[in-house]
């Protein structure tokens, strides 16, 4: 039996975008207009789980992008930097006129976010199941350092395949880590097909409850409902807090919307291109 | 050899904060004395090498300077791409301590031993790579690796291994020392086969065949700048390793000799063959019927100095 709540999912799909959530997806197709090519179907179940972490919750300074007590983030689902490019750029991280070099030869705004080239980016992902171990650590390292930042770690919901996930997820709650929060973004689509269909995750709350996590549920395209829950984290005391944030694929760009054709798409065409700017205006 | 690596771990861990120990599922009472020392920095994770190397990757890009020891086989192989990825692309000060590198764990069968870490680490950027020959050896090169730069793998022997490195001779990572002088053959040995190529040696000079030996406890970076320095005479370069010969340490030195674009005397890669051990007993059995004790190194190395068929 499923843990969800069919509600949030309902709620997700028909969740109307304001004007901030609209400029941001203006974004992410300013940067796929330059290569002709990205994930925009995984960068638009994000945008509102980044846009509330970095407008809301998250300390950081953009002009000192490893200024020691920032909160760390990682974007585990590294195929999603679309949106994280797009927001990283806006907070001034990087301008936003480099936007359209995404994927470009000698961008540094590659297809996977690099740590190493990009501001604001703390680990390099890409291969996925990675950035909850590199959290854990992080976690660890701010309490052996005294310090009180906070780690959140964002993954997709094809990564959670990945055995490397709950080896992380078990050692997270071992340490009670209450300072290290993860991000599902639950848009029940992989690469192949629908989640259920692939490798199905359900009952996924139980899971992560079991694994000893303090667990919520979330629609995660309301900012209003990011933001309170972000508020109450931790979310149990002495333990670490997974948030299942429930979206849709393509969030945001109708014809897109749940379409596994646009999990990743090259050779976007002009017509294409313009389609998507006015699926965006036209959003509900 | 082992002890001595972790000894030397809890010492690194006294001299300076950063230093923190991450282990899977050692043995009861591994590394004891640090563990009630300093608790804090001790890390028992469990047998999860994916997650163990990305929690190090984690630590290490907060300053800290993790070393990570469990047995060298499910150290490279169950989590190379965590190892890749987590350490090598970002070039993080993490040490991988690998136990019973090689056939050390002959009786438990090939899923223990470890016969391609070599290959396995040498072929990432940045990683260096070390197998030091007798536990005076490691002493010697464990204190150099705290602010060693990037990921290290360090491959260990069974221990209780003869000791041959001699404190006069230094040891510095990256550079390869010369045992014994060469004459018409010139051994290049790693890890443990040293001994055996300074026996094989002896038994080479009392043919008449004067034989040197080339050590290098530092598989990567390979110090090639020594071998063609000793390459005038050489009628015969041997490479001696406790490995499968598919791009392992003799790979890596025809590599850089071929690299050089010198001319070069033949050479004859020694180690295990492509396949999976088939035997269990012991380190010292699968050496022999390998064909890498010292006696059937000297008569290998004879026959093709005498120029007799092979046997």
Same mark, same amino acid.
């Given at each position: 039996?499923?843990?969800?709540?069919?509600?949030?999912?309902?709620?997700?799909?028909?969740?109307?975008?304001?004007?901030?959530?609209?400029?941001?997806?203006?974004?992410?197709?300013?940067?796929?207009?330059?290569?002709?090519?990205?994930?925009?179907?995984?960068?638009?179940?994000?945008?509102?789980?980044?846009?509330?972490?970095?407008?809301?919750?998250?300390?950081?300074?953009?002009?000192?992008?490893?200024?020691?007590?920032?909160?760390?983030?990682?974007?585990?689902?590294?195929?999603?930097?679309?949106?994280?490019?797009?927001?990283?750029?806006?907070?001034?991280?990087?301008?936003?006129?480099?936007?359209?070099?995404?994927?470009?030869?000698?961008?540094?705004?590659?297809?996977?976010?690099?740590?190493?080239?990009?501001?604001?980016?703390?680990?390099?992902?890409?291969?996925?199941?990675?950035?909850?171990?590199?959290?854990?650590?992080?976690?660890?390292?701010?309490?052996?350092?005294?310090?009180?930042?906070?780690?959140?770690?964002?993954?997709?919901?094809?990564?959670?395949?990945?055995?490397?996930?709950?080896?992380?997820?078990?050692?997270?709650?071992?340490?009670?880590?209450?300072?290290?929060?993860?991000?599902?973004?639950?848009?029940?689509?992989?690469?192949?097909?629908?989640?259920?269909?692939?490798?199905?995750?359900?009952?996924?709350?139980?899971?992560?409850?079991?694994?000893?996590?303090?667990?919520?549920?979330?629609?995660?395209?309301?900012?209003?409902?990011?933001?309170?829950?972000?508020?109450?984290?931790?979310?149990?005391?002495?333990?670490?807090?997974?948030?299942?944030?429930?979206?849709?694929?393509?969030?945001?760009?109708?014809?897109?919307?749940?379409?596994?054709?646009?999990?990743?798409?090259?050779?976007?065409?002009?017509?294409?291109?313009?389609?998507?700017?006015?699926?965006?205006?036209?959003?509900? | +050899?082992?002890?001595?690596?972790?000894?030397?771990?809890?010492?690194?861990?006294?001299?300076?904060?950063?230093?923190?120990?991450?282990?899977?599922?050692?043995?009861?009472?591994?590394?004891?004395?640090?563990?009630?020392?300093?608790?804090?920095?001790?890390?028992?994770?469990?047998?999860?090498?994916?997650?163990?190397?990305?929690?190090?990757?984690?630590?290490?890009?907060?300053?800290?300077?993790?070393?990570?020891?469990?047995?060298?086989?499910?150290?490279?192989?169950?989590?190379?791409?965590?190892?890749?990825?987590?350490?090598?692309?970002?070039?993080?000060?993490?040490?991988?301590?690998?136990?019973?590198?090689?056939?050390?764990?002959?009786?438990?069968?090939?899923?223990?031993?470890?016969?391609?870490?070599?290959?396995?680490?040498?072929?990432?950027?940045? +990683?260096?790579?070390?197998?030091?020959?007798?536990?005076?050896?490691?002493?010697?090169?464990?204190?150099?690796?705290?602010?060693?730069?990037?990921?290290?793998?360090?491959?260990?022997?069974?221990?209780?291994?003869?000791?041959?490195?001699?404190?006069?001779?230094?040891?510095?990572?990256?550079?390869?020392?010369?045992?014994?002088?060469?004459?018409?053959?010139?051994?290049?040995?790693?890890?443990?086969?040293?001994?055996?190529?300074?026996?094989?040696?002896?038994?080479?000079?009392?043919?008449?065949?004067?034989?040197?030996?080339?050590?290098?406890?530092?598989?990567?970076?390979?110090?090639?700048?020594?071998?063609?320095?000793?390459?005038?005479?050489?009628?015969?370069?041997?490479?001696?390793?406790?490995?499968?010969?598919?791009?392992?340490?003799?790979?890596?030195?025809?590599?850089?000799?071929?690299?050089?674009?010198?001319?070069?005397?033949?050479?004859?890669?020694?180690?295990?063959?492509?396949?999976?051990?088939?035997?269990?007993?012991?380190?010292?059995?699968?050496?022999?019927?390998?064909?890498?004790?010292?006696?059937?190194?000297?008569?290998?190395?004879?026959?093709?100095?005498?120029?007799?068929?092979?046997?």
């Amino acid at each position: 039996m499923p843990s969800i709540s069919e509600e949030l999912i309902q709620e997700a799909q028909l969740q109307p975008l304001d004007r901030r959530s609209r400029d941001l997806r203006r974004r992410v197709v300013d940067a796929i207009a330059g290569e002709r090519r990205g994930h925009l179907g995984p960068a638009c179940s994000l945008i509102e789980i980044l846009r509330t972490l970095y407008d809301e919750y998250l300390h950081f300074r953009p002009d000192e992008p490893n200024w020691p007590l920032r909160d760390r983030a990682i974007l585990s689902k590294g195929h999603g930097c679309l949106a994280l490019y797009a927001i990283l750029a806006d907070k001034g991280f990087f301008p936003l006129a480099d936007l359209p070099t995404f994927c470009a030869p000698e961008s540094y705004l590659g297809g996977h976010p690099e740590a190493e080239k990009i501001p604001g980016i703390e680990a390099s992902t890409g291969a996925l199941g990675h950035g909850l171990s590199i959290g854990v650590g992080m976690a660890l390292a701010a309490r052996l350092g005294g310090s009180d930042h906070r780690v959140v770690v964002v993954t997709g919901d094809g990564e959670l395949n990945e055995g490397s996930v709950w080896e992380a997820a078990m050692s997270a709650a071992k340490h009670q880590l209450d300072n290290f929060t993860l991000l599902v973004d639950y848009n029940k689509l992989q690469s192949y097909g629908p989640i259920h269909e692939v490798l199905g995750l359900e009952p996924l709350l139980d899971k992560w409850r079991a694994f000893g996590f303090g667990v919520a549920e979330v629609n995660g395209h309301s900012v209003d409902d990011l933001r309170r829950l972000y508020a109450s984290l931790p979310l149990e005391s002495g333990r670490p807090s997974a948030i299942i944030c429930h979206t849709v694929k393509g969030k945001g760009i109708g014809y897109a919307e749940s379409a596994p054709e646009w999990h990743h798409k090259a050779r976007i065409s002009d017509d294409e291109l313009a389609a998507l700017y006015q699926a965006i205006e036209e959003a509900p | +050899m082992r002890k001595s690596a972790l000894n030397a771990v809890h010492q690194l861990a006294q001299q300076d904060e950063r230093v923190v120990f991450v282990g899977s599922d050692l043995g009861a009472g591994t590394l004891e004395p640090m563990r009630r020392e300093m608790p804090e920095r001790f890390f028992m994770e469990g047998i999860s090498e994916q997650h163990i190397i990305g929690m190090a990757a984690g630590l290490a890009m907060e300053g800290y300077i993790p070393y990570v020891n469990t047995i060298a086989t499910f150290l490279t192989r169950r989590c190379l791409e965590q190892i890749a990825v987590d350490l090598c692309m970002h070039n993080l000060p993490v040490r991988l301590i690998g136990n019973g590198g090689g056939v050390v764990y002959a009786p438990l069968g090939p899923t223990h031993t470890a016969t391609e870490d070599i290959a396995l680490m040498r072929v990432l950027p940045e +990683m260096t790579v070390i197998a030091p020959c007798d536990a005076d050896e490691i002493k010697r090169l464990m204190p150099q690796t705290l602010e060693w730069p990037g990921p290290l793998y360090i491959r260990l022997a069974k221990g209780g291994d003869e000791i041959v490195s001699r404190a006069e001779s230094g040891c510095t990572i990256g550079e390869a020392l010369l045992m014994r002088k060469p004459g018409r053959v010139l051994l290049l040995s790693t890890g443990i086969m040293t001994q055996r190529a300074l026996r094989a040696a002896e038994l080479l000079a009392a043919k008449g065949i004067d034989t040197g030996v080339l050590h290098y406890h530092t598989v990567k970076p390979l110090d090639i700048k020594q071998l063609l320095a000793l390459l005038s005479g050489i009628e015969l370069l041997v490479t001696l390793e406790e490995h499968t010969l598919a791009g392992g340490f003799g790979s890596s030195v025809i590599e850089l000799l071929s690299d050089s674009l010198q001319p070069l005397p033949p050479v004859l890669r020694m180690g295990l063959p492509d396949r999976y051990n088939g035997g269990y007993g012991s380190q010292n059995h699968l050496l022999t019927t390998a064909g890498l004790d010292a006696v059937d190194i000297a008569r290998q190395v004879a026959q093709r100095i005498n120029g007799d068929a092979p046997a």
